[in-house]
């Protein structure tokens, strides 16, 4: 990740921290990553250098003003004037994780081959808090390609346990 996005986010976390507002600040983050990414032409309006810069910082205040809390707009209009619009959306991912590693939080993407009971789930969800001795969040997918088993992926390491991967670690085996 680019250090001057982990400078900018790192500025705003600190700020919302002193203010007690750091998830608030996150949820509207993600919600302004979720539009632009959404609305793809507004990043590069912001970015445009065709553009007067009054007129994309007003395109901000308009658009967020007394909709999302003032340091959150006041922060988009920093990066636009100083011509870091175009790291808005990595920021907002550091921002994040400094959410995450503040709250003692995991997140965990978990896919299987078929959905999983809630039971399993629930003691899943304890084997992984137990393991990194942090609250887990987990996000789960299916993919029947598995054929059995699950792939864990957690503070960034994969833990494949599914049957497809077992197959070809005997393949890789026999064929040696």
């Not at 250098?49 to 988009?76: H, M, N």
């Not at 990595?90 to 039971?119: F, G, R, W």
Request: one cysteine or more; a negative charge; aromatic letters at 8%.
């Amino acid at each position: 990740m680019n250090q001057i996005s982990r400078e900018y986010a790192t500025a705003l976390f600190m700020l919302a921290c002193e203010k007690d507002v750091k998830k608030d600040y996150a949820d509207v983050l993600n919600f302004l990553k979720d539009e632009f990414t959404k609305e793809e032409d507004y990043i590069p309006f912001l970015a445009s250098k065709s553009i007067k810069l009054s007129e994309r910082l007003g395109a901000i205040e308009t658009a967020f003003s007394g909709k999302i809390p003032q340091d959150v707009v006041s922060y988009l209009m920093l990066l636009c004037e100083k011509g870091r619009i175009n790291i808005f959306l990595e920021s907002v991912d550091i921002y994040n994780e400094l959410l995450d590693l503040s709250m003692h939080t995991a997140n965990a993407k978990v896919t299987s081959a078929v959905s999983l009971t809630d039971d399993e789930k629930l003691s899943l969800k304890k084997k992984l808090e137990t393991i990194t001795k942090k609250s887990v969040d987990i996000e789960y997918f299916i993919d029947e390609s598995l054929i059995g088993g699950i792939v864990v992926e957690i503070d960034g390491k994969i833990i494949d346990g599914s049957v497809k991967n077992s197959l070809r670690d005997i393949k890789d085996v026999i064929i040696r």
